[in-house]
């Protein structure tokens, strides 16, 4: 099999490249990322010593490059990650959001119709389903909850998926779709909730928590993730949607609180800060689809993820200290100011 694995220089097309490596040796694996904020080439040092895999830096949106690339590839498989997608920074600045999520999605499903690719699987998110009520516990996000979206991040997804299930329709390209939950573990941006708070706590800085810190996110451990797409992708069926999440639902506050417990740190880091605009309550996927149909079930719990994700971030301290010391300190300032 031959794969294109799109934005694979960042958070999760990243593990997932190192998990086709590991998985499926015989596959050739090919990653193509625009390498923007979020996209850091110095996670892809071991796999490109590997003989089957191939990086080449270039825009999901560019028609020109999408298309030479499907010319002298062949691929069978496409896996689409590429995104802009921190919801704050969509707050900021929507308009990338359009031409990454919307319009690379359709590029991408151009070339994939015009060289007859065998499967076209986007990787989507919960957030699509917008929030759920903090005070129903007994309701979840299944896959066949109304699209309902909260932030221009959360739009951009979803416009997409109907764009992937459209051009499923009328094109018969083969697709597939996974709407996972929140994802945390290794090379996770340091603008997110997790990799924020561990590199934060670390330098004894005050680590600032949207509100009341209630909002509830259902972590899942990026490796688990990974395992769905692949099954997904391989032995989903087509024209599908598959939610993708473990049960492991936190307030932001415990994810806080975890962390300072694991690192020794006061509680007195945390610092509660005016809350993100429209500002979903309360995310939960039931993943009874995937599992009943595919056999997938994660492997990780939240309280062992997280140590080992703790773990990775001490032991790896130059990654992010990298990216801390770049435009992030700029980015930070900027939309941490004046809340
Ligand atoms: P990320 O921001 O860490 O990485 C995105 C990658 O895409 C980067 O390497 C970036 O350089 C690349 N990219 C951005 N624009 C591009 C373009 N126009 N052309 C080519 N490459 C481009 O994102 P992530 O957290 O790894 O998320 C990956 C995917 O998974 C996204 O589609 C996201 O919506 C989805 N998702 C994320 C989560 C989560 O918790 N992080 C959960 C569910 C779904
Ligand atoms: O649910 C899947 C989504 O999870 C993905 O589609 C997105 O790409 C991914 O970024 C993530 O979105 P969230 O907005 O949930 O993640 P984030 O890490 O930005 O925030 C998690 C929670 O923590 C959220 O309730 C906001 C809060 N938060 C976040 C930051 C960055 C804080 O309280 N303080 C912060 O500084």
Known sequence: MNILVTGGAGFIGANFVYFQLKNHPEDRIVCLDKLTYAGNLETLNEAMKHQNFRFVKGDIADRECVFNLFKEENFDIVVNFA???????????????????????????DACRFYSIKRYHQVSTDEVYGDLPL????????????????SPYSASKASADLLVLAYARTFKLPVSITRCSNNYGPYHFPEKLI??????????ESLPVYGKGENIRDWLYVEDHCSAIDLV???GREGEI??????????????VKTILEILGKPETLINYVTDRPGHDMRYAID?????SELGWLPETTFDEGIKRTVEWYLNNKQWWQNILNGDYKEYYNKMYSNR
């Not at 990799?195 to 004894?204: G, T, Y």
């Not at 598959?242 to 994810?255: C, K």
């Open 242 to 255: 598959y939610n993708v999440g473990g049960h492991n639902e936190r307030t932001n506050l415990q994810v």
């Open 233 to 235: 992708m391989r032995k």
């Open 195 to 204: 990799p924020l708070m561990i590199s934060r706590a670390l330098a004894n």
């Open 287 to 291: 993943p009874t689809k995937i599992h």
């Open 135 to 150: 005070d129903r516990p007994d309701l979840f996000f299944t896959e066949d909850t109304p699209i309902h979206t909260s």
């Open 83 to 109: 995104a802009e997608s921190h919801v704050d920074r969509s707050v900021e600045n929507p308009e990338i959001f359009l031409l990454t999520n919307i319009l690379g999605t359709q590029t991408l499903m």
